[in-house]
Nanobody
Framework: QAQLVESGGGLVQPGGSLRLSCDAS????????IGWFRQVPGKEREGISCISASDGSTLYSDAVKGRFTISRDMAKNMVYLQMTSLKPEDTATYYC???????????????WGQGTQVTVSS
């Protein structure tokens, strides 16, 4: 079955790093854009990065630009989010999602993973 599965979350100290993975089985990356989103209870879901299907071009939100890097492995059909210089305000559930167009707008995406928790705390 086509599915999106996130992994790599955990507890990390401020200033630390984590790499999140999105296994995009059934969503070939030459046809689907992949976005990374995060959500904190009581807050709106926030688009933080995405990568296009056609040429792998990327977008980042102002909150993560310069600290996070999105990438993809076409052969493995995996998408990654390398997070560095983590801050307590990065604490959230992180989701990957797939659709035809790469945007940072959550409602544009139809297919979602189950999420992985990232906690940044000392």
């Amino acid at each position: 079955q086509a599915q999106l599965v996130e992994s790599g979350g955990g507890l990390v100290q401020p200033g630390g790093s984590l790499r999140l993975s999105c296994d995009a089985s059934g969503f070939p990356l030459n046809r689907y854009a992949i976005g990374w989103f995060r959500q904190v209870p009581g807050k709106e879901r926030e688009g933080i990065s995405c990568i296009s299907a056609s040429d792998g071009s990327t977008l980042y939100s102002d909150a993560v630009k310069g600290r996070f890097t999105i990438s993809r492995d076409m052969a493995k059909n995996m998408v990654y989010l390398q997070m560095t210089s983590l801050k307590p305000e990065d604490t959230a559930t992180y989701y990957c999602a797939a659709d035809a167009i790469a945007t940072l707008t959550p409602w544009r995406y139809v297919y979602w993973g189950q999420g992985t928790q990232v906690t940044v705390s000392s």
